[in-house]
């Protein structure tokens, strides 16, 4: 069963307008969740995240929000610019010590149109 | 620059045939991550290895094993290639300790096709 999932798989948005990217986990035991960009043809790369002691996390442009209570985080771009357009994979740590495995979610294909 | 790298972006392989892909990265890094990414399934964990010669399994570890003779390498090796691991295929490291341990830093990949 996937324990965390993106029900997303797409979102266009116009350049300059906020995209707003989400998340669902089912695992309360979770204590730390990223989010990661990926372009076509190379590796994903960290992009932000969140303790689960915090509610917010700001860096520059992005902004992560989690909702503990109803299991959810969103990803917030303002402004959208076209170099934003990418696949976007939110991932949880399982909380079980120095492994740092990460489960992560399907991926929300991001467009944004200049 | 934390560098990974891996020994093909594009292998053609025929069922049956064992497979090996390789993965390198320069950071002095402890743990080391095997993941498949497939369309509406995202990144799965195969196997990953948190020091030289230990290895755990991941969430999709069947028809798969992995070698980590140095710290720097991680080798994962199709023992017997079928059509359904035609994937894309992603290695990724970290540190060991402090937050940071959950920011993986990845290769470009290996697209994996089995005919």
């Known amino acids: 069963d996937q324990q965390v999932k993106q029900n997303s798989p797409s979102l266009s948005v116009q350049e300059g307008r906020i995209s707003i990217l989400n998340c669902d986990y089912t695992?309360?035991?979770?204590?730390?969740f990223l989010w990661y960009k990926k372009y076509p043809a190379e590796g994903p790369t960290f992009l932000i995240s969140i303790s689960s002691i915090k509610d917010k996390n700001e860096d520059g442009r992005f902004t992560v929000f989690l909702n503990k209570s109803a299991k959810h985080l969103s990803l917030h771009i303002v402004p959208s610019q076209p170099g934003d357009s990418a696949v976007y994979f939110c991932a949880a740590s399982e909380g079980s010590g120095n492994t740092g495995k990460l489960i992560f979610g399907q991926g929300t294909t991001l467009q944004v149109k200049p | 620059d934390v560098k990974v790298t891996q020994s093909s972006r594009y292998l053609v392989k025929r069922t049956g045939e064992k497979v090996f892909l390789e993965c390198v990265q320069d950071?002095?890094?402890?743990?080391m991550f095997w993941y498949r990414q497939d369309p509406g399934l995202g990144l799965r964990l195969i196997y990953f290895s948190y020091d030289v010669k230990m290895k755990e399994k991941g969430d999709i570890p069947e028809g798969y094993s992995v070698s980590r003779e140095k710290k720097e390498r991680f080798s994962l090796i199709l023992e017997s290639a079928s059509t359904n691991q035609t994937s894309m295929y992603l290695c990724?490291?970290?540190?060991?300790?402090?937050?940071?341990?959950?920011?993986?830093?990845f290769g470009p990949g290996t697209r994996l096709t089995v005919t």
């Open positions: 990724a490291s970290s540190i060991l300790t402090g937050t940071r341990i959950y920011e993986q830093y």
């Open positions: 695992n309360s035991m979770f204590d730390y």
């Open positions: 950071m002095d890094h402890e743990n």
